[in-house]
């Protein structure tokens, strides 16, 4: 919770239809309302969207998570952007809390876009002064944003769920080694070993893990695999086959963005040794899609004060993803 309210006159608060949840939550948090937007379309598919207040020499802020349906969210986004950059709004900050497009982060065939890059620059376009996201899938798509823009990491509050239980006897493990710094930090901050494993990606769905790198995993009888992201949730069940193979008994599955595409979350849920998978709200899970084994906790808090830090020019580098 933020210590003092951002003065209401001075700013305005919306929502896409992504996840106007994590939006209302972040706006209580500063204690500003989430003003009104209306999203319609017309017969022939036409998005057409108007902001339900004035936003004339004031700071917008817009939420929108860039989740399923993705093209659709993202079309949103810039509109909006381009209604408040139109409508004379002093600044234009975009708070993506999911950027899906920064798993499109390199040339590694021939004849493809560099999709996370291109979003970057289409978001400055449509009139974004700011760009305020959470752990981007690696650290270069940070580098693709040509205007100031906040890296914020999920790890606090899974910090401070994980603080209140006894893990001793516990290994942190990344599913491979892109994620492996970040997973670092946070085995770091919980005082706990650390493994990755050697992933190689065969398809969108399918990869194969041959084996572990760090810590030696024997010994351990329970295991926290931390990602930035899970869809399909195969990277994960590869991985706890090869912990499972290793003697690990429990394993916790920890992820800023439950994605959870193509029944990922039962197909996790079915495996028995894991007994918990715990993400964040940066993508919203609706309450029919949740699994037993779901814990979901908010990264409002971060924003919020992310947010407030920034409206009163104070500094938020310890709220960044590459932060201690």
Avoid: W
Wanted: proline letters at 5%; hydrophobic letters at 40%; glycine letters at 8%.
């Amino acid at each position: 919770m933020t210590k003092d309210s951002i003065p209401a006159d001075e700013v305005r608060f919306f929502s896409g239809s992504s996840n106007p949840a994590l939006a209302a939550s972040i706006a209580a948090e500063l204690g500003v309302p989430l003003d009104d937007t209306h999203i319609t379309r017309f017969s022939n598919d036409n998005m057409y969207i108007q902001l339900g207040a004035s936003v004339r020499y004031r700071r917008v802020y817009i939420v929108q998570s860039l989740s399923q349906p993705v093209n659709d969210h993202l079309m949103e986004l810039l509109m909006m952007l381009d209604i408040a950059r139109g409508a004379a709004a002093s600044e234009v900050h975009a708070i993506i809390p999911y950027y899906s497009f920064g798993r499109s982060d390199k040339k590694d065939a021939p004849r493809i876009s560099i999709t996370a890059r291109l979003v970057a620059d289409l978001l400055q376009t449509a009139g974004a002064t700011h760009v305020m996201g959470m752990m981007f899938h690696s650290p270069q798509v940070h580098g693709f944003f040509g205007i100031p823009t906040d890296p914020l990491s999920s790890r606090p509050v899974f910090g401070e769920y994980l603080s209140k239980r006894d893990l001793s006897g516990t290994i942190i493990v990344s599913p491979d080694m892109g994620q492996a710094k970040s997973a670092a930090r946070f085995a770091k901050s919980l005082g706990l070993p650390i493994a990755a494993g050697n992933k190689e990606r065969v398809s969108d769905s399918e990869v194969r893990i041959s084996g572990l790198i760090g810590s030696q995993v024997k010994g351990h009888k329970r295991a926290l695999i931390y990602d930035d992201e899970i869809a399909t949730g195969g990277s994960i069940v590869e991985l706890s086959r090869v912990l499972i193979n290793e003697g690990i008994e429990d394993i916790l599955v920890v992820c800023t963005h439950g994605v959870f595409t193509r029944g990922g979350l039962e197909r996790l849920g079915a495996v028995p040794q894991i007994s918990e998978i715990i993400t964040t709200d940066t993508v919203h899970i609706p309450e029919e899609g949740r699994h037993p084994k779901l814990k979901t906790l908010s990264v409002a808090p971060i924003f919020a004060a992310a947010i407030h830090r920034n409206f009163n020019r104070e500094s938020i580098s310890d709220l960044f993803v590459f932060g201690e």
